[in-house]
């Protein structure tokens, strides 16, 4: 069972690159979310999904943006790559009870 | 604006001692406070989560103390362990809220 699962693992990128972060869970769960951790900040929300085909913008989406077409899957996108999102990314499913269960993350550096 | 706020920001206890972590909310409309432990390099797991209907939740060596009246709750490890090196995070969410609000994370050091 490998829960849930984020690639890549490590990624650097020049300002104004784009890329996508994937995450994948394999206990179908309805709702996921995507959270970035930096120093001191603790674990601010980016964006969820509470099913496939929804998404909604949590406390930090500017920069951001996410797809849910299939309800394993939650993709995070970054059109235009800037340092300040440098940062450590987390992806999490949710069970009906509200534990969350997270990926390993994914640490982005932008230059 | 954040909603939950945690302290220490670090905190460093020897071997057998209690470690005690604070968080204080703002949201009256809170009904769930987790915490979760976090490792390097890995992702946060539940620890321990309670709802406002009881003062007081443990489970083995991890027991949250909530005060409702203070909009306060605490996460205390008795006999702390080095194994129990990790950062700490609080969290609060309410019924029909889709997402949790984190601390902002205590670094816990237990020195052997």
């Known amino acids: 069972n490998a829960g849930v699962t984020q690639t890549p693992k490590f990624r650097v990128l020049k300002t104004g690159q784009s890329m996508t972060l994937l995450c994948a869970q394999d206990?179908?769960?309805?709702?996921m979310y995507w959270y970035r951790q930096d120093p001191g900040m603790g674990l601010r929300l980016i964006h969820y999904s509470v099913g496939e085909g929804t998404t909604a913008k949590g406390e930090v989406p500017d920069g951001y943006n996410v797809s849910r077409l299939k309800k394993q899957n939650f993709l995070l996108g970054l059109e235009s790559a800037a340092p300040s999102q440098t940062s450590v990314y987390f992806c999490?499913?949710?069970?009906?009870?509200?534990?969350?269960?997270f990926g390993e993350g994914s640490r982005l550096t932008v230059l | 604006q954040q909603q939950v706020k945690q302290s220490p920001q670090s905190l460093i206890v020897q071997k057998g001692g209690i470690s005690i972590i604070n968080c204080a909310y703002e949201?009256?409309?809170?009904?769930?406070f987790p915490w979760y432990q976090q490792f390097p390099g890995k992702g946060p797991a539940l620890l321990i989560a309670?709802?406002?209907?009881?003062s007081e939740k443990k489970e083995g060596r991890f027991t949250i103390s909530f005060n409702k009246s203070a909009k306060q709750f605490s996460l205390h490890i008795m006999d702390s362990q080095p194994g129990d090196s990790a950062t700490y995070f609080c969290?609060?969410?309410?019924?029909?809220?889709?997402?949790?609000?984190f601390g902002s994370g205590t670094r816990l050091q237990v020195q052997p």
């Open positions: 949201n009256t409309a809170f009904d769930y």
């Open positions: 309670i709802r406002p209907d009881v």
């Open positions: 969290a609060a969410s309410s019924t029909g809220r889709r997402a949790l609000t």
């Open positions: 999490a499913s949710r069970t009906g009870a509200g534990e969350l269960f």
């Open positions: 206990m179908n769960h309805e709702y």
